[in-house]
């Protein structure tokens, strides 16, 4: 039967992994550990949130293959085996009946599936967590210290594996002194368990010190805080309480892939720990607490906790615990549970509704990111360039490329952009992970693109759009997912149409009351002197954003004597300005710090607004 379950998950995670492109996480994943080296590995691995051992581990697996499904392979091959360690693990702790009734949860539940499959290092970390319980429930039942301390291995592995094992590490620190206390392991036997313990602890500070410490201070890790994952970390001036339940319940609804199969699996597991608590107070407290501690995490902002694959980890404890509802069926009736496991285990299936980052199967299709690939290779020449995001320069570090030889990481860094070599194609990409946060200031990137690059006007430049969200510019034959396109002359915005805007925009101004101001700032490449004359004709002296910008390292009392003042900005052009100036990008008046800004007159097209910018005074 054990054996059945686990070729039947290794068959739906397989079908799974086939037939699909790589995500932009996947591409990552492969590209840090497409290095030349261990050290090479290493020191890309330290660019991202999680540590190296996984990486290590896809390093060497690259000699299998280096296509999308023997890549993901690699993956498949653990989550299926966490499923036999899982069974296990439960059979030992509750009875066999409900080990297979937690190791069908396991195997069947839609998010373990789906994560079981991609090329990341959550399947290495539940396999390992698998073994570490296991090994510790096996050497507490017979009094064994090679598995007590072989649980801590593994323990310490799946922290080199993710860091959100912390959590499962110290829940079984506190199960071990838990029975030590108890006294149901030998005194010689305890202690071995908990010098083994605190080499797991020396670990985790290791691995704070060598690495998360550093990444923990980043722009990304404070992007995915304050941005994409804000909704999983509490936010200053939210009920804490509120924040329990909306993301407790956004866990369920995420494990099980729709409300209605979350709420089913939110009660079996309740029913589960009442019923361990009463029948087994220590492993209702090894299963519990990685659950408590991963939401504290969330409370002060450590680590993520809601509906997404950052709190995988708990998968395996609520199966388990929805399995100890079997402790108090009788021997005779304990199959009911494996009836319930499989039916929920149906129903999630059946009436999943996918929740954040998804990619619809039909756009996902292998083939629509060949064609796309194709379609640039046949139209991109010599000399033209391939300009895309952070995530599409890691979807073609794979698909431009041959995969199978070590791909450079690092590129060339040139303040917000990164240069790279793929397969001999320029590829120039910005710092931010998708263009869908500059979607309104697309044509901004494109301007100071080729401010950096000096282009000449007939220089194509081709965009790759393509990842989590949808394209700036869809093209239905490669799907909703994936654009390439050229970028038009019209994006660019010539000088005699930037004089044509200043020069009307000035006109309006002389309808109306301009005492008192001192300066009109004016787009640096566009202060001709027709734009000047005009602007002296007003009685306000000219000064351009690069004049400004070369005034504020002097002092804010040299940058306050130009003011009150008008600022014209064209919205498809970049300019060099003082960071606060840059929400006049937004179209709309604001206050920053000890500026006020009040919007005058923009035009219907969008192409250019005059502020009134002043100190703000209350």
């Not at 509750?94 to 079981?116: D, E, K, R, T, Y």
């Not at 007939?458 to 799907?479: A, H, K, S, T, Y």
Request: proline share 5%; aromatic share 12%; net charge positive.
């Amino acid at each position: 039967m054990v054996l059945l379950l686990i070729l039947a998950g290794f068959g739906i995670r397989l079908l799974t992994a086939a037939g699909t492109w790589l995500n932009p996480d996947e591409a990552l994943n492969y590209l840090i550990a497409n290095q030349k080296n261990l050290s090479a590995v290493y020191q890309a691995s330290l660019t991202n949130p999680h540590p190296p051992l996984y990486f290590f581990i896809l390093h060497g697996w690259r000699v299998l293959g280096t296509s999308e499904i023997i890549l993901r392979l690699l993956s498949v091959l653990f989550s299926s085996a966490a499923i036999y360690f899982c069974y296990r693990w439960l059979a030992q702790a509750l009875n066999p009946a409900s080990g297979l009734a937690g190791a069908i949860l396991f195997a069947f539940l839609p998010a373990l599936v789906g994560n079981g499959t991609e090329i990341r290092s959550y399947s290495l970390m539940l396999l390992l967590v698998g073994i570490s319980l296991f090994l510790m429930e096996k050497g507490v039942r017979t009094n064994r210290a090679v598995a007590i301390t072989g649980a801590a291995l593994f323990s310490a592995l799946a922290g080199f594996s993710h860091y959100s094992a912390l959590w499962f590490s110290i829940a079984l620190g506190v199960y071990l002194l838990l029975n030590g206390l108890t006294r149901r392991l030998k005194f010689r036997v305890f202690w071995l368990g908990v010098i083994s313990q605190t080499g797991v602890a020396l670990v985790y500070l290791l691995l704070y010190l060598t690495h998360l410490k550093k990444i923990s201070a980043s722009p990304m890790t404070q992007f995915a805080v304050s941005g994409w994952l804000q909704e999983n970390y509490l936010q200053p001036g939210e009920n804490p309480l509120i924040f329990i339940f909306r993301n407790t319940a956004g866990l369920f609804r995420y494990l099980s892939g729709s409300p209605i199969a979350g709420f089913i699996l939110l009660g079996l597991f309740s029913a589960g720990i009442l019923t361990l608590i009463i029948k087994n107070l220590r492993l209702a407290v090894l299963i519990l607490s990685p659950v408590i501690f991963a939401i504290s995490g969330a409370l002060v902002r450590i680590m993520p906790y809601g509906g997404t694959r950052h709190s995988i980890l708990l998968g395996v404890f609520i199966c388990a615990g929805a399995a100890g509802l079997g402790l108090i069926l009788k021997p005779r009736y304990q199959s009911v549970m494996m009836a319930i496991a499989s039916l929920i285990a149906l129903v999630s299936n059946l009436i999943i509704r996918p929740a954040g980052q998804f990619i619809p199967r039909a756009d996902y299709r292998r083939e629509l990111m060949h064609q796309a690939i194709q379609y640039l290779r046949s139209r991109v020449l010599p000399g033209d360039t391939i300009f895309t995001d952070y995530q599409g320069s890691t979807l073609l570090s794979y698909y431009l490329t041959n995969p199978a030889q070590p791909v450079d990481f690092w590129g060339k860094g040139y303040d917000w952009l990164r240069e790279f070599d793929y397969g001999g194609y320029k590829v120039v990409c910005t710092q931010d992970w998708d263009f869908n946060h500059q979607r309104l200031r697309f044509p901004v990137l494109i301007d100071r693109l080729s401010q950096y690059y000096h282009w000449q006007p007939n220089r194509l430049i081709w965009v790759f759009d393509g990842g989590w969200g949808r394209p700036l510019m869809m093209r239905e034959e490669f799907g909703r997912n994936l654009s390439v396109f050229v970028v038009m002359p019209e994006m660019f915005l010539n000088p005699a149409s930037a004089e044509s805007l200043l020069l009307g925009a000035i006109r309006k101004l002389r309808e109306m009351d301009l005492s008192g101001i001192r300066t009109l700032i004016l787009p640096s490449r566009f202060a001709s002197e027709s734009v000047k004359k005009s602007a002296i004709k007003l009685g306000i002296t000219p000064i351009t954003y690069r004049g400004l910008y070369q005034l504020v390292p002097t002092g804010q009392k040299q940058f306050d004597a130009h003011l009150p003042a008008l600022a014209c900005w064209l919205f498809n052009c970049y300019e060099p300005h003082p960071e606060f100036m840059s929400y006049m990008a937004d179209g709309e008046s604001y206050i920053a710090g000890d500026y006020r800004f009040t919007l005058l007159l923009t035009d219907v097209n969008r192409q250019i607004a005059v502020y009134r910018l002043e100190l703000n005074k209350n």
